[in-house]
């Protein structure tokens, strides 16, 4: 809720923002408790589960530094997706320029079946937890694809779950600050 949105509301507005406010929050709260819920089950020894979390960096241009010249040079766009397996720690970072394609739903898309494909061994259910970018996660194409590995691979089912726009602090977000922070030394 923005403040000042708020702050300018009439009464009956107040109470009506506080009560979309509270509903917010809540499933905000449901989210990350799923989420939890998620990986403990994936936690167990010989467990039949597969919890993941996943997203896309904001963009790695290239060349980077802290030079002067290196600002106003024409820089590359570098894409990472980064699918990280909660229960083990281990992150996957799918790496692309934008000479190679886009951020869209083909190359997440792409890059989920082969996750799923080459590092998901084992596993009944699958459940990966994105935010909600509509452009990238939380489409058809995303749906249909999923539904087609869910078809064509040896699990019996793949689940994937949105967490609340604003609110989406994922284990795979510890992956991408750690690269911010040594492209910045």
């Known amino acids: 809720m923005k403040r000042e949105q708020y702050n300018n509301a009439t009464l009956d507005e107040k109470v009506q ?39 896309l960096q904001s963009v790695l241009h290239t060349p980077c530094g802290n030079v002067s010249t290196l600002y106003y040079a024409r ?11 909660q229960v083990s ?13 886009q951020r869209g739903a083909n190359e ?23 935010d909600s970018t509509v452009g990238q996660n939380h489409n058809q194409y995303i749906t249909c694809l999923l539904l087609l590995a869910a078809q064509v691979l040896p699990f019996e089912t793949i689940e994937q779950k949105f967490l609340e726009t604003g609110h989406t602090q994922m284990e795979v977000d510890s992956v991408h600050s750690t690269i911010d922070s040594h492209r910045k030394t």
């Open 17 to 55: 923002l506080e009560e979309e406010y509270k509903l917010h929050t809540d499933r905000k709260e449901k989210a990350r408790l799923e989420k939890a819920s998620d990986k403990a089950k994936a936690s167990v020894a010989n467990s039949d589960w597969h919890a993941v979390t996943a997203d």
């Open 75 to 85: 820089k590359l766009s570098v894409y990472n997706f980064t699918v990280y397996d």
């Open 89 to 101: 720690g281990n992150g996957f970072c799918f790496l692309w320029n934008e000479t190679q394609g």
């Open 108 to 130: 997440i898309g792409s890059i989920l079946y082969i996750y799923l494909k080459e590092y998901v061994k084992k596993v009944k259910h699958v459940i990966i937890t994105t």
